[in-house]
């Protein structure tokens, strides 16, 4: 794992209203550069709204509503004058399904380079794209195949791509909303083996329901609940080792031993 704790995303205060609704309540969070943060907590508590406001996924929806500051190294991140566009390559996401465009595997890893002006000439794309599948553990099984169609991909192979495909444009932090939940087991582990080698260059942010994943993939977990008013917030982060061990409040210890949600 690796051992930088210099903040690289600061939540201050965040809430987040569905038409009027209050969805995710004064959530204040500190999230390390290059280490895993995991979110987890029942269904319905708010994780992954949580996540989407980290790079403003929630903004194409017209009944959400953001209140609070979300600090990208230490820049606020949710006014009006932030380029959406230029913060979504600083702060990708990998979705609960591999999403893969009906193109060829170098193609879909090109694609974002492409329409960020960051191809260049075709020896520095095609060097890019290799780079990408290598740190997405993904080059040995596909450099032969590289014009074949993306979708003849096992699903694991799918998701791995969307990792390279983000990787090629240089994101700082990856955001990930249950990336293994569509997946076998041992295409799971490849993803959590993937995920420790890429946490020593990338800052990254997984929402699962899975305890083991968490326990076995994160070096910090927050526990998200819903309130009485039954808006999510945190209610406990820490090591997770120490999250999972000795846990401080009850409702933590029910959740991960089974006996909540």
């Not at 990338?202 to 929402?207: A, E, L, S």
Request: hydrophobic share 40%; with cysteine.
């Amino acid at each position: 794992m690796a051992e930088s704790n210099q903040a690289k995303i600061v939540v201050e205060d965040l809430s987040v209203y569905y038409e009027g609704t209050l969805a995710v309540a004064d959530v204040s969070l500190v999230i390390p550069e290059r280490r895993i943060t995991a979110l987890i907590g029942p269904s319905g508590c708010g994780k992954s709204t949580f996540l989407r406001c980290l790079n403003r996924m929630n903004d194409p929806i017209p009944a959400a509503r953001v209140e609070g500051r979300i600090l990208l190294d230490q820049e606020d991140i949710t006014g009006a004058e932030v380029e959406v566009d230029e913060l979504r390559r600083r702060v990708g996401m990998v979705f609960q399904k591999p999403n893969p465009f009906p193109q060829s595997v170098f193609a879909n890893v090109a694609f974002g380079p492409r329409v960020l002006g960051m191809a260049g000439r075709r020896a520095q794309l095609a060097e890019r794209v290799e780079r990408s599948l290598t740190r997405a553990a993904l080059w040995d099984e596909v450099k032969d195949r590289l014009n074949d169609n993306a979708l003849s991909l096992s699903l694991g192979e799918q998701q791995r791509l969307c990792i390279a495909r983000l990787l090629a444009v240089e994101p700082e932090v990856i955001l990930m909303d249950e990336p293994c939940s569509a997946l076998d087991p041992i295409a799971t582990l490849k993803i959590e083996e993937l995920m420790r080698e890429l946490s020593q260059r990338y800052t990254i942010v997984i929402v699962t329901h899975n305890m083991q994943q968490a326990a076995r993939a994160s070096d910090l977990t927050a526990m998200m609940m819903l309130r009485d008013d039954r808006a999510g917030g945190v209610i406990e982060v820490g090591p997770t080792q120490t999250i999972f061990t000795r846990p401080r409040d009850r409702r933590t210890e029910d959740y991960i031993t089974g006996r909540y949600g």
